[in-house]
């Protein structure tokens, strides 16, 4: 697949999560406030690795809104960063989380149709997790799983129309984008342990009503058989996923890159050599 765009850069991200990694290194809260109206859920992951599905079983809960990706987030925290890069220290503080809050809250306010849950499902909000937990207490957060493989070949064979997506052109830029999401997440979950669910698409597909009961206690949402039934969900879907998430959940997706193995090995060995997959 060509590119048409400018080269990747992937130093630029690696320098976004060195940022990160410096300036949030232990857990902090901004100040205790009112709880945000409407209440966000982020649905998180790499792109292809099922956050669309995720959002669509949630939104069987009537009272809560699909937002698609938005970016909020990403301006908010862009701003915030801006900021503290700026001090001389460096440092991260409560007022800049305070502010990151009420921006973030009034931003996805704009969104609401008065349903009081949100879900924002930008993919590589992943970047910002910390910062989420951080601002805002009251959001769930769950990140998406998926078998490795299966994500670098669907990233690889699809074209993206948004932006930050500028990785999926070569094996190689994909196997080392995979490993600074792993790296970011394991960041991430070693501050706040306890913020992040974590759902497996593999577990979801195969154990669909036990897997689902676990992600509304997650999300603090009401659990009732229609969240085994996405496809009837009526949001509008913009992205790639849009024909696979009308049906309902099936096995075998993962399976598909199998059918050109024996053209993938330099994508195969990309990712073991990045300790994505089992060598």
């Not at 939104?59 to 862009?78: I, K």
């Not at 805002?136 to 998926?146: D, G, Q």
Request: net charge negative; glycine share 6%.
């Amino acid at each position: 697949m060509a590119n048409e765009q400018a080269p990747y850069d992937f130093q630029a991200d690696a320098i976004a999560y060195a940022v990160s990694k410096s300036i949030l290194k232990t857990p902090i809260l901004a100040e205790p406030t009112d709880a945000t109206t409407p209440r966000p859920i982020f649905v998180t992951s790499l792109p292809r690795s099922g956050t669309t599905l995720v959002e669509r079983i949630l939104t069987m809960d009537p009272e809560v809104q699909a937002g698609g990706e938005m970016t909020v987030t990403q301006l908010a925290v862009g701003t915030m960063l801006k900021t503290v890069m700026g001090r001389d220290d460096k440092r991260l503080v409560t007022a800049d989380l305070n502010e990151l809050r009420a921006e973030v809250s009034a931003g996805l306010a704009e969104y609401t149709d008065g349903r009081p849950v949100i879900i924002d499902k930008t993919p590589l909000n992943f970047r910002w997790i910390g910062y989420i937990c951080a601002a805002l207490p009251e959001a769930r957060i769950v990140h998406v799983t998926r078998d490795p493989a299966s994500v670098a070949w669907s990233l690889y064979r699809l074209s993206f129309n948004g932006g930050g997506n500028g990785f999926i052109y070569d094996f190689s830029d994909i196997a080392k984008f995979m490993v600074l999401h792993r790296n970011f997440m394991a960041h991430w979950q070693a501050i706040y342990p306890n913020r992040i669910f974590d759902l497996g698409y593999e577990a979801l597909i195969a154990n669909p009503e036990s897997e689902t009961r676990a992600l509304a206690a997650a999300t603090g949402l009401n659990w009732t058989e229609e969240w085994l039934h996405p496809e009837k969900a009526t949001n509008q879907v913009l992205t790639a996923s849009s024909d696979q998430v009308r049906k309902p959940m099936y096995q075998g997706s993962n399976a598909q890159w199998q059918r050109y193995e024996n053209h993938l090995k330099p994508m195969i060995r990309q990712l073991q050599d990045a300790d994505l997959l089992d060598g």
